[in-house]
C-alpha cells in the first residue's frame, strides 16, 4: 500500500508505530486509511479500486490477528492443563521409592544403601569413594562393577576405619577407566523414598529422604 496519495508527500506518515516499533499493526493500519481519506485532494480522490484493495489488507491483517491471539490463548490452555495433570500425577509417588540421577545422598546412620552409576561403555576398572560434607572421603569402594549401562553399588555404613558413619549428607564419586587407562565419565545415582511434593515456580520437585529432587532427575519409579 503506498504512502504517497495526492496531497500528502511520503515523509508525513510515522515510520514505526506508537509503541516504538517498526512493525505496522492492527490499529496503525486504520489510522492510515483514516488519515488517507481525510487528506486526500477533493479535486482528485482515491482511486475506488486502491481503497477497496487498502480495506481487503485491512481485513486480513485483523483476521491474522485474531487468528494469532486465538493460538496464543490455546497454546496457554494446554500449558496450564498439561501442568495441573503432571501436578496431580506426581502426588500419586509419595511413600514409593525412586531412583534419581545426582551425586548427593542423604545417609541416616544406619544399615547399608544402595547407590549407583551409570557408565558410557565398559570399563577396566570402577570404584565408588563416599565423601562426607567436608569433602573428606571416609570409604572407597574398590572393584565395583564395570559393565556398560547402569551399576548397582552397597555401602554397608561403614567407614574405611571400621566404624560406623554419622547421619547426613554425603557426595557420591565414581572413578572408571577403560583398558587403555582412559578416563570414562561415569553419572551417579542414589535410591530413596517420596514423601512429599513441592510445586515451585521452577517445577515439580519431590523431597527424597529429605532434599528436592526435581521431576527431570527422576530415572526410576519402584
Known sequence: MSSQIAGIGPTEFPASTSTGNSIMGQDD???????????????NPMDGTQFASQ?????????????????????????????????????????????????????????????????????ASA????????????????GTGVTAGDVDVSWDGMTDAGTQAAAGQYTVKVTASDAKGNALTATPFFY???????????GTVFVVDGQEVPLSSILEVM
Open 127 to 142: 570404584k565408588v569413594q563416599i565423601l562426607d560434607q567436608y569433602g573428606t572421603v571416609v570409604r572407597t569402594i574398590d
Open 55 to 123: 480495506l481487503a489488507q485491512f481485513a486480513s491483517v485483523e483476521q491474522l490477528n485474531n487468528i494469532n491471539t486465538s493460538l496464543q490463548t490455546s497454546i496457554s490452555s494446554s500449558q496450564l492443563l498439561n501442568q495441573s495433570i503432571s501436578n496431580a500425577l506426581s502426588t500419586t509417588v509419595i511413600g514409593k521409592q525412586v531412583r534419581a540421577s545426582g551425586s548427593t545422598l542423604t545417609y541416616d546412620g544406619s544399615g547399608a544403601m544402595k547407590v549407583g552409576y551409570t557408565l558410557p561403555s565398559a570399563a
Open 192 to 202: 530413596g523414598t517420596v514423601s512429599g511434593v513441592r510445586f515451585k515456580s521452577t
Open 29 to 43: 493500519f486504520l489510522k492510515l486509511l483514516v488519515s488517507q481519506l481525510q487528506n486526500q485532494d477533493p479535486m
